[in-house]
């Protein structure tokens, strides 16, 4: 079972890192927690996943693709699984920031090397990253991403 804190850890981090980022978009949200959290900071959220059982929060109830058009200020991904990798390349295509905090990585790759995988990614798409440990227990270590032209 996951740290029942994370949530709102990440949020905290995220509005002490990017405090003018008003609207904000979690890939992979899963229920919308991170949606309701960032929501009680004051935050304007959107959660994007494709299931179909969440809380009454803003939800987009399927995948977030590069076509999507963009509508927010910060994109991030609280154990996002799979979607890590279109999350960089979503704040890449449209010079957004990002944070998130990788789990399982996408190509079978061993979570040390997926951490710099992650980085190398966001930097070789123009991001200076930066990377932070969350005081939560289990995958904590957040990539954030600012946007260096």
């Known amino acids: 079972m996951g740290d029942l804190q994370r949530f709102d850890r990440f949020a905290d981090l995220l509005v002490r890192e990017f405090p003018t980022a008003a609207c904000v978009w979690d890939i992979a949200g899963g229920m919308g927690?991170?949606?309701a959290a960032l929501t009680a900071r004051g935050r304007t959220v959107l959660t994007f996943d494709a299931r179909a059982k969440?809380?009454?929060?803003p939800f987009?109830?399927?995948l977030l693709?590069?076509?999507e058009p963009c509508a927010t200020d910060l994109i991030v991904g609280l154990h996002p699984d799979g979607a890590t990798r279109i999350i960089i390349d979503y704040a890449a295509r449209h010079r957004l920031p990002f944070a998130v905090i990788p789990c399982c990585s996408d190509n079978s790759m061993p979570y040390k090397p997926w951490l710099r995988h992650v980085g190398d990614i966001a930097r070789d798409a123009g991001f200076a990253v930066t990377e932070i440990d969350l005081?939560?227990?289990g995958r904590r270590r957040v990539?954030?991403?600012r946007w260096a032209p």
């Open 65 to 67: 693709t590069l076509d």
């Open 135 to 137: 005081n939560i227990t």
């Open 33 to 35: 927690k991170l949606n």
């Open 143 to 145: 990539v954030l991403g």
């Open 54 to 57: 969440h809380l009454p929060v």
């Open 60 to 62: 987009a109830e399927r």
